[in-house]
């Protein structure tokens, strides 16, 4: 007995067994395999043509009153006593729409036409639960009679037959009040039933409501043929049945066709709950499940965070016994030290013994802006445990992480100072008045005494130290500042070049890391004007958001911004040898 996962259609032969009678008109005949279907049930209309069709059927007409739910053709050829036949066949499988008698319109192939055909459409309660067989039986039960919208509930379906099945198909109701899909291979086995064993094939189906309220799904029906007896004795080979080297006759599918049969299981009514929290304004999603995670993951596994630089970051939302429509999206907001772009969502699912996982995967960039630590801050997801109807919430804890950055050489020098105040400095061998000098002042004063030797020059200079005498440290703290500042003027230059080569070359994230080096070196984001900020951040969307606007386009313009504040920062911190040039002309 081979039941192939009840994957397998039925015969040709079954089907010519036709319980209506044909409708025959202008060479193209239409019948249906049952003249009384019920609601929700599939049925199938044949249209054989009496010679060679010119064209396949208009099935149009149709649509009216049925969901076409597909077709298949065959084609035969026959000689009888010298004349030659020869037919084609169309197998449409039809669901009504409504119930009542409707009629399936005349149906047109090229040049050739069918006549109407009525069949009556009743309730799925009214019908027989099996014709054709009395040795199969089919059920369908639900795990769970109310379940929330949108849940993923098991629904599974059982046939017990105690006939030999040579060929069958299920056939699974549709609706637009659930959706219904097969999870996992048939399950055979065996049981006792009043002393004789029968074969138990079960298949497990995953439903998910779409709408909230009360509704029935219809039943499911098993149709096909099984083995008939009263065939055995048109096989001129039966009787060597049993005999060695006759196991079993191989002219039994051409002798017996099989008796058609069909079997439906019982409607299944249930009461789909809504969201029970929508009423206290709780949750602004709604996500039904049996559990939900999230989970963080960094690209590559053990990144090293610096300042400028970018690391992938797979944020993953995972729900049991859920879809991915009903994930939602995610927020992903700056937080103090870091800038998070969202590059790339993903979707997909994942079968589990425990039933489906939907997954939303965030790729996101994280981007330092300072070094030091800096906390990811944590995120949530509200959900409703579909078992117990709790509200619950998922968590992703925060996240520290610890970036390296540079700190300006002249706020290494500020904090050298600002760490060891002067009145901890006493060198030996100096009077008191002057162990407030730093170093440097001190060398400016030997280099000052050096130059007094030198006549007419040596008095300009001693009237000048006189000067920044009576000034002290101020003079000199503003003297080495210049001096610095006139050192760091080249390196800035440098890097904002750098910046714009790499801006030529569509390389965006190290034109960013550039321009972060060309910041630090000018004195840090508190000596930037506000037309270079605004370039800064303009050139970080474009080099970490994944839908910035012409990026390329622009990226020219913030970097001729940056080339031309860069002048201002100059003049505001010390006289420059030359203005810096346009370095990258529009």
Known sequence: MNFNSLKTTVSAAALSIALAVPAFAAGLSARVDSGTVAQGDTFQLTLT???????????????????????????????????????????????????????????????????????????????????????????????????????????????????????????????????????????????????????????????????????????????????????????????????????????????????????????????????????????????????????????????????????????????????????????FENTDGARIYLDETQTGEDQTADGTVARKDFLVSVVPTRGGEITLPEIKVNWTDSVSGEAKTATLPSEVIKAEGTIPPANQTAAAQKAAPASSVKPQGHPESTEVLPAYMVAGLGAAAILAALGGVALYFRRKQHANESLRQPVAANTSKQEERSDTSSDRRKQLALAISKGKSDDLRGSYGCVLAWRRLAGGDPAMTDAAREAIAALEKAAFAPVAEAAEAKTHDWLNVLAREDRKIGNTQGKTSSKLPSLYPA
């Open 49 to 331: 043509t009496n010679g060679q069709a010119d064209a396949s059927p208009d099935l149009t007409p149709l649509q009216k009153d049925f969901d076409v739910l597909g077709t298949s053709q065959s084609s035969s050829t026959q000689i009888i006593n010298g004349k030659r036949s020869q037919s084609e066949s169309w197998i449409v499988s039809l669901s009504p729409k409504s119930t009542g008698t409707l009629e399936i319109p005349a149906i047109t192939a090229g040049s050739l036409s069918s006549s109407p055909v009525a069949i009556k459409v009743v309730d799925a309660g009214s019908m027989p639960k099996a014709t054709g067989t009395s040795a199969i039986d089919l059920s369908a039960s639900l795990k769970d009679g109310s379940p929330f919208l949108f849940q993923e509930t098991p629904l599974t379906v059982r046939i017990e037959t105690s006939a030999p099945i040579k060929s069958a198909e299920l056939v699974a109701p549709q609706s637009s009040a659930f959706e219904l899909v097969q999870r996992g291979e048939d399950r055979v086995s065996q049981a006792t039933r009043n002393g004789q064993t029968v074969n138990v094939i079960e298949r497990t189906y995953m439903l998910k409501p779409q709408e909230k309220g009360a509704i029935e799904i219809p039943p499911f029906v098993l149709r096909g043929s099984v083995a008939d007896p009263s065939a055995r004795g048109r096989d001129p080979f039966a009787d060597f049945q049993g005999f060695p080297g006759f196991p079993s006759s191989m002219f039994n599918d051409m002798f017996d066709s099989g008796k058609p049969f069909a079997v439906r299981s019982e409607p299944i009514k249930l009461t789909v709950r809504a969201d029970p929290n929508a009423a206290s304004g709780q949750h602004q999603w709604f996500l039904p499940a049996k559990n939900v995670k999230l989970t963080a993951k960094w690209s590559p596994e053990h990144p090293v965070f610096k300042e400028g630089e970018a690391v992938t970051r797979r944020v993953s939302l995972l729900a049991l016994g859920a879809s991915t429509v009903q994930l939602p999206d995610l927020s």
